[in-house]
């Protein structure tokens, strides 16, 4: 990785159709900026999941989300999934419910990885930002 500034944006269209776009997107941005494969695969997998829930439970107020792509200080790989809807994802369910498993995964890679994940008002849009932060230099034991 250099040591610039490394920060991306995509705007995807809240439809089914534009989660593959988000896919390919983390995956072009990340390797290009040289990640190793697997925090590509783990971003990958953080951005599908988070951008599938604005399809399924935010479209309604938020026809587009925001992606975010920055890394600071070449430490950390902030990944950021934006929304106009103003209500917060509810309570995680158990790993054993029908459906919405998809913040309990974001939630279980973010954990194995020694990150942190966070919902954060989005003053601009009314609505909110499910931050992730992963680190990208190996955490102690």
Do not use: Y
């Not at 953080?46 to 309604?60: G, K, P, Q, W």
């Not at 158990?94 to 994940?117: Q, S």
């Not at 009314?126 to 955490?139: A, C, M, N, Q, T």
């Amino acid at each position: 990785m250099s040591s610039t500034a490394m920060h991306h944006d995509l705007q995807v269209i809240s439809t089914a159709e534009h989660v593959p776009l988000a896919r390919r997107e983390t995956v072009n941005v990340l390797a290009s900026w040289g990640m190793s494969e697997q925090v590509v695969d783990t971003a990958c997998l953080i951005i599908s999941e988070l951008v599938t829930n604005v399809v399924r439970h935010a479209a309604v107020l938020s026809p587009t989300a925001t992606v975010t792509f920055t890394v600071e200080d070449e430490a950390e790989l902030v990944l950021a999934v934006a929304d106009a809807h103003p209500f917060k994802p509810k309570p995680l369910p158990a790993a054993h419910d029908f459906g919405g498993r998809g913040l309990f995964l974001v939630n279980a890679l973010v954990k194995e990885v020694h990150g942190r994940a966070e919902v954060v008002p989005d003053p601009a849009t009314g609505g909110k930002r499910i931050v992730i932060r992963l680190p990208l230099v190996p955490v102690p034991a």
